[in-house]
């Protein structure tokens, strides 16, 4: 057991957070905004492994990520975790499909559930109301006597004496805090969210040729993306970008015709060429790093919050 500092309060590091204080750590998240200004917050928060790399331990931590969001969909509704079935669209022949190992039940879609043109699988998946599901986990890692600072830190040495390790899990700025990174980038991705209508089953749509395109219920709303800008940094939704979510998303699903607009927003996903998760010498203690995630933060963040516990365990 160690007084851990954990750099980073999206969806990542919190699931760090909570993790260590339950393997007994003493734990401290240092952030400069808490979990309502992360990316974390903007996201569609559906288990899918978008905008990451496909390598066999990532794998492995969505797997492990959506059986903790399963099992949180099935017992506690408190949690904002939902399971929904929907289809994943697909446009070309021999599509990447390596992640439904991680599915259990998924099956061909059938011809009622795929818009002119595509093919698909059609499953269950979790699905977090991305408010109710941070604030319930915020309060959780609390619960276990976490403590929070607000700070801006340009070093992993900067959150001062008395740690014993550091976990570096702030997303885009992870590569600056250690140093520099060339392989870290945004991703941007603009949303436009609607009054739900009454839907229940989303839709995926990597491949649309107008662009990325998502349909997702939620419990009032429906998230409708999106954008898959690599090397954006601009955070101002842009009303054209946003007439061509919507005239997409209604193409495929006509019942949000005439849905009111309930929010819109902006963020910058978190990309790196690889995921990164290792143990970094060089600082006045050991830093363990877990960033990259790109647009699956959501759908690893169980499995990493598991590895990172191992590695700082095994320090």
């Known amino acids: 057991m160690g007084h851990i500092a954990v750099i980073g309060a999206g969806v990542i590091g919190l699931s760090i957070a909570h993790e260590l204080a339950e393997g007994g750590h003493d734990v401290t998240v240092f952030a400069e905004r808490d979990h309502t200004g992360a990316v974390s917050s903007v996201a569609a928060a559906i ?15 969505g797997e492990l990520t959506r059986a903790r969001l399963t099992a949180l969909a099935r017992t506690d509704p408190r ?3 939902r399971l929904r079935t929907g289809t994943v669209l697909t446009r070309h022949p021999d599509p990447d499909l390596s992640w439904t ?15 002119p043109g595509t093919d698909g699988v059609t499953c269950e998946l979790p699905v977090a109301v991305t ?6 986990l915020r309060a959780a890692v609390s619960s276990k006597g976490v403590a929070f600072k607000t700070a801006v830190l340009t070093s992993p040495d900067d959150v001062g004496a008395g740690f014993d390790a550091v976990v570096v899990a702030a997303g885009l700025r992870s590569g ?22 009454g839907l229940t089953r989303w839709l995926l749509d990597d491949d ?19 954008t898959g800008d690599r090397g954006s940094w601009d955070e101002t939704a842009d009303p054209a970008t946003e007439e061509s979510i919507l005239r997409r998303a209604i193409a495929l699903v006509p019942a949000l015709a005439g ?10 996903r978190p990309a ?27 759908t690893l963040s169980w499995g990493e919050a598991s590895a990172v516990r191992a590695l700082v365990d095994g320090l």
């Open 176 to 197: 600056a805090l250690l140093g520099g990174d060339d392989e870290v980038f945004p991703i941007r991705g603009q949303v436009v969210r609607l009054a739900n209508p």
């Open 131 to 136: 408010g109710l599901y941070l604030a319930w």
């Open 79 to 81: 949690t904002g975790v």
């Open 259 to 268: 849905a009111p607009v309930v929010s819109r927003a902006v963020g910058l």
């Open 47 to 61: 288990w899918f492994p978008h905008a990451v790399d496909n390598a066999p331990r990532v794998r492995q931590s």
């Open 208 to 226: 649309n040729p107008g662009g990325l395109t998502y349909v997702v219920p939620r419990d009032d709303d429906v998230v409708c993306g999106g």
């Open 101 to 115: 190992a991680a599915v259990p039940g998924h099956r061909p879609a059938t011809a009622d559930e795929l818009p």
């Open 272 to 298: 790196r060429t690889s995921v990164r998760l290792d143990t970094v010498r060089g600082y006045a203690v050991p830093v363990v790093a877990c960033y990259g995630h790109g647009g699956a933060g959501f």
